[in-house]
């Protein structure tokens, strides 16, 4: 054991990891170190992987209501703190919080059925097969595009907007603003729209033109529902998430530094 006081001293950790070989080995490195509660008894979730963990961890705990700060151990860690094993209690203790709304899908299907679920990077719609999808854009209630012709489109968080949007061409959106991006994924007709910034309570509404033919899955985050007819996208009203960062390497200033990247 170290020198430094308890975890449960200062506050009381929970520490979760990804099946990585290299995400286990500080698992272990760092419950050697410091004093752990259980999970529905920690001040804070400490969550040890990439940025595909920390989406899994925040779904998987998000009854517990407890504020996570994540430390880099895979190949994407754009939510994550850099891993130091030393310091970790006062590293918790200067952490800053940061306030993420999650996007809720309805996606119904074609029996009729109807899947919701949480995104807190984004919502995306993708074609199933060799042809594009056929697919009917409207905003609360309006239609803006009677017919979309490509091979996907996605609305996207701010916390979001740096991964698979800004992969589509989308735009980066800063944190706190309260918008969201529509981003098409290489659209076909209309040939010139690149999607659009949305206030955040915006009711957006995709209607799958000819799902039989051209049959459309929607995922939140990593859930997926297969062959949809209609899918439903809005900010959560009632969910929320914190995010613990370290002050020097807080999310807002890495959303606006990925604007000057080149």
């Given at each position: 054991?170290s020198?430094?006081?308890?975890?449960?001293?200062?506050?009381?950790?929970?520490?979760?990891?990804?099946k990585?070989?290299?995400?286990?080995?500080?698992?272990?490195?760092?419950?050697e170190r410091?004093?752990?509660?259980?999970?529905?008894?920690?001040?804070?979730?400490?969550a040890?992987?990439?940025d595909?963990?920390?989406?899994?961890?925040?779904?998987?705990?998000?009854?517990?209501?407890?504020?996570?700060?994540?430390?880099k151990?895979?190949?994407?860690?754009f939510?994550?703190?850099?891993?130091?094993?030393?310091?970790?209690?006062?590293?918790?203790?200067?952490?800053?919080?940061t306030?993420?709304?999650?996007?809720?899908?309805?996606?119904?299907?074609?029996?009729?059925t109807?899947?919701?679920?949480l995104?807190f990077?984004?919502?995306?719609?993708?074609?199933?097969?060799?042809?594009?999808?056929?697919i009917?854009?409207?905003?609360n209630?309006?239609?803006?595009?009677e017919?979309?012709?490509?091979?996907?489109?996605?609305?996207?968080?701010?916390?979001?907007?740096?991964?698979?949007?800004?992969?589509?061409?989308g735009?980066?959106?800063?944190?706190?603003?309260?918008?969201l991006?529509?981003?098409?994924?290489?659209p076909?007709?209309?040939?010139?729209?690149?999607?659009?910034?949305?206030?955040?309570?915006?009711?957006?509404?995709?209607?799958?033109?000819?799902?039989?033919?051209?049959?459309?899955s929607?995922?939140?985050?990593?859930?997926?529902?297969?062959?949809?007819?209609e899918?439903?996208?809005?900010?959560?009203?009632?969910?929320t998430?914190?995010?613990?960062?370290d002050?020097?390497?807080?999310?807002?200033?890495?959303?606006?530094?990925?604007?000057?990247?080149?």
């Amino acid at each position: 054991m170290s020198d430094e006081p308890a975890a449960s001293s200062v506050r009381r950790i929970a520490f979760v990891a990804s099946k990585t070989d290299e995400a286990q080995v500080a698992l272990k490195q760092l419950r050697e170190r410091y004093a752990e509660a259980p999970l529905d008894q920690a001040d804070v979730i400490v969550a040890l992987g990439g940025d595909g963990f920390m989406l899994r961890t925040l779904h998987r705990h998000l009854a517990l209501n407890k504020p996570v700060y994540g430390m880099k151990l895979g190949t994407v860690g754009f939510l994550m703190n850099q891993f130091h094993p030393d310091g970790v209690i006062e590293r918790l203790a200067r952490a800053q919080p940061t306030t993420l709304k999650p996007l809720v899908m309805e996606a119904v299907g074609e029996s009729g059925t109807t899947a919701t679920s949480l995104a807190f990077n984004e919502v995306s719609l993708l074609r199933q097969t060799k042809q594009a999808a056929h697919i009917g854009v409207s905003l609360n209630g309006v239609v803006k595009i009677e017919e979309l012709m490509c091979d996907g489109i996605l609305v996207a968080t701010s916390a979001g907007s740096t991964a698979y949007n800004l992969s589509a061409h989308g735009p980066i959106l800063p944190l706190g603003a309260d918008v969201l991006a529509m981003t098409p994924i290489s659209p076909f007709r209309p040939r010139r729209w690149r999607g659009a910034i949305l206030r955040a309570g915006t009711v957006v509404k995709f209607e799958i033109l000819d799902p039989y033919k051209r049959p459309v899955s929607a995922t939140a985050d990593s859930n997926e529902v297969r062959d949809v007819v209609e899918v439903t996208v809005r900010e959560s009203r009632d969910t929320t998430v914190t995010l613990m960062f370290d002050p020097e390497h807080n999310l807002e200033d890495r959303i606006l530094n990925e604007q000057f990247a080149y």
